[in-house]
């Protein structure tokens, strides 16, 4: 599969699925709740996850739950930490975006958090493909940090 980058803003990259979802063992985060959303940030590349780790934490509405460096990383992490929004990098050395999507959806039992693809190289096959392994949404990497967690909070938040 081919992507190339686009410059979609978050609105017009991300998704959310339909209803809530507590009986397929997602998190029931209360309707308009003021308390903070715990957030994995999962990215390779040291730089962009300090990056987003630094807009997490000044963000109100979130609170850091820690972080990984790949997806095997980021699989112990959920299990260990049980944060309740992962931001997952797509194109990771290990174990990409999607396999780590794949193997969570397909957990038993499942992990209740939402998870909110970042990544540079999105195209409509790559937002599908999150879709159907369970991501509740995909952002583009060239959105502002800001406009990333305000994003993934709605998500988490639905």
Same mark, same amino acid.
């Given at each position: 599969?081919?992507?190339?980058?686009?410059?979609?803003?978050?609105?017009?990259?991300?998704?959310?699925?339909?209803?809530?979802?507590?009986?397929?063992?997602?998190?029931?985060?209360?309707?308009?709740?003021?308390?903070?959303?715990?957030?994995?940030?999962?990215?390779?590349?040291?730089?962009?996850?300090?990056?987003?780790?630094?807009? !997490? @934490? +000044?963000? #109100?509405?979130?609170?850091? &739950?820690?972080?990984?460096? %790949?997806?095997?990383?980021?699989?112990?992490? $959920?299990?260990?930490?049980?944060?309740?929004?992962?931001?997952?990098?797509?194109?990771?050395?290990?174990?990409?975006?999607?396999?780590?999507?794949?193997?969570?959806?397909?957990?038993?039992?499942?992990?209740?958090?939402?998870?909110?693809?970042?990544?540079?190289?999105?195209?409509?096959? !790559? @937002? +599908?493909? #999150?879709?159907?392994?369970? &991501?509740?949404?995909?952002? %583009?990497?060239?959105?502002?940090?800001?406009? $990333?967690?305000?994003?993934?909070?709605?998500?988490?938040?639905?």
């Amino acid at each position: 599969m081919t992507t190339t980058p686009t410059a979609l803003h978050a609105s017009a990259s991300t998704f959310a699925r339909g209803g809530r979802r507590g009986d397929r063992g997602r998190r029931l985060l209360a309707e308009g709740s003021d308390g903070a959303v715990t957030v994995l940030v999962v990215d390779d590349n040291d730089v962009l996850r300090r990056g987003m780790v630094r807009a !997490v @934490e +000044r963000d #109100a509405g979130m609170e850091l &739950a820690g972080e990984a460096d %790949g997806g095997e990383a980021a699989l112990a992490a $959920i299990e260990r930490l049980q944060p309740d929004l992962v931001l997952l990098d797509f194109q990771m050395p290990d174990l990409d975006g999607l396999a780590v999507l794949r193997r969570l959806h397909h957990a038993d039992p499942r992990p209740s958090c939402r998870i909110v693809l970042v990544s540079s190289s999105l195209d409509d096959d !790559v @937002e +599908r493909a #999150a879709r159907d392994a369970g &991501a509740a949404g995909c952002i %583009g990497k060239d959105t502002p940090r800001t406009q $990333i967690c305000a994003e993934a909070l709605r998500l988490a938040r639905q």
